[in-house]
């Protein structure tokens, strides 16, 4: 049983440029592991709650130093000198040192860095890789069965990259790719070709969003995806064979007084899934994210009803990686997959628990990323050792990203595992 010696914090910058918790658990065994944990833009409205200074003077108000003190404080007096038979135990002393709902007295951003960096400190304590060490969370005795199918940034609107288009992002999957390899050497070829139709097009190399994705000034989400297909296509593959289509439409952003405002377009929740249905029906698109605003539950079963038969609809905003609203969503036939973000709940246990309900229900989950992440790569070991089907960390660009998927590139050379099937 690993006992934690000390914890050490400092704030740290994530990928732009605003501040993030990174932690050290040294354990009294003599082993010490460090972790560090993203941040969002887009994120809902039932999230855990990150702890900011809101000191206006300083990063607007974004500071973690409150964070950082409570882990070096409040965190450690509660678990350094204990016995751990487990993370879950590590996390629920931690939880009911917190005491509220959201993680608003000791913040998510520092329960979590703590949680990861134990789990870090475990799997080298054990002499095993950290993918294992999750895989054997998740199951005890268990391995690492598959790597996740990617699901890669190609283009972004909406909060990623300055709402030039409302929705937020358009992903291409490497369908016909077997390897990971395979698919990154794919995806470049797609990449490049985007960029290079975005010159023609648009008249300069389009910016990068947060993620990494191409952002050009698209006058509406229909060009984005024709423009996707044909980027598809330059780079000689076919699309709906070998290249597969995600959206993540992020409604939450343009939802108000309970209608939609897309390109002009005033809709209510069924002209929102007559829309989206239009999209599936033209587009070789497999997966659609948050298709509804996270509190229209009247017509999520809608949407479930009229694409979910040939298509993932994804909840993530919707379900915030939160059992009671997968639970929720489970019983009204609202969703068939989950967008597992760890720091949307704030604990490695918590988000197993999610994670394991979505699955027993039948679902796919899809491990996710956000939009500020930091070079660490803990998010590739998670995906593989609790079997996610899918991958989502951004685009093939920025180093923030990369340092994933440089990851699963030494997972899969390491392992010869399999890469998961796509759904259906």
């Not at 969370?137 to 288009?165: C, D, Y």
């Not at 038969?309 to 997968?326: A, E, H, K, M, Q």
């Amino acid at each position: 049983m690993p006992t934690i010696k000390r914890l050490h914090a400092i704030e740290i910058l994530d990928s732009r440029g605003r501040p993030t918790v990174q932690a050290t658990c040294e354990l009294a065994e003599g082993i010490s592991a460090t972790a560090s944990v993203p941040s969002g833009a887009s994120r809902g409205a039932a999230e855990a709650l990150e702890l900011r200074d809101c000191d206006a003077s300083r990063y607007r108000g974004l500071g973690c130093r409150k964070a950082v003190e409570n882990i070096k404080t409040a965190i450690a007096d509660t678990v350094c000198g204990v016995a751990l038979d487990s993370q879950t135990q590590l996390d629920n002393m931690m939880l009911a040192r917190d005491g509220t709902v959201n993680k608003s007295n000791l913040g998510a951003n520092a329960i979590l860095a703590v949680s990861i960096a134990f789990a870090r400190a475990h799997a080298a304590l054990l002499k095993r890789p950290l993918y294992q060490h999750f895989a054997a969370m998740a199951t005890p005795g268990g391995t690492a069965r598959q790597l996740p199918r990617m699901t890669i940034n190609l283009f972004s609107g909406g909060k990623h990259a300055g709402g030039q288009v409302a929705i937020q992002d358009v992903l291409i999957i490497p369908a016909a790719a077997t390897t990971i390899e395979e698919g990154l050497a794919t995806t470049y070829a797609v990449y490049q070709a985007a960029a290079e139709l975005g010159m023609k097009k648009y008249g300069a190399r389009a910016l990068t969003a947060d993620e990494g994705g191409l952002a050009p000034p698209f006058p509406n989400a229909q060009t984005m995806l024709d423009d996707a297909v044909t980027a598809i296509e330059n780079a000689g593959f076919k699309p709906g064979k070998d290249v597969v289509i995600a959206v993540d439409v992020a409604s939450s952003h343009f939802y108000e007084d309970g209608k939609y405002h897309l390109d002009g377009a005033v809709l209510d929740g069924k002209g929102m899934v007559d829309r989206l249905a239009s999209w599936v029906r033209q587009y070789p698109i497999v997966s659609v994210e948050d298709g509804l605003a996270e509190e229209d539950w009247a017509h999520w079963p809608l949407l479930r009803e009229a694409i979910g038969s040939r298509v993932l609809v994804l909840g993530d905003d919707l379900l915030c990686t939160n059992v009671g609203r997968i639970l929720k969503a489970i019983e009204l036939k609202a969703a068939n997959a989950l967008l597992l973000k760890v720091n949307q709940i704030g604990s490695l246990s918590e988000a197993l628990q999610a994670g394991q309900r979505a699955q027993g229900a039948g679902w796919s989950v899809t491990i996710s990323a956000r939009s500020g992440e930091t070079e660490d790569d803990w998010l590739a070991d998670l995906a593989v050792g609790w079997s996610g089907t899918q991958i989502k960390v951004g685009s093939i660009a920025h180093s923030e990203r990369l340092a994933k998927y440089n990851r699963l590139l030494q997972i899969e050379a390491e392992t010869k595992l399999p890469v998961a099937k796509w759904p259906g």
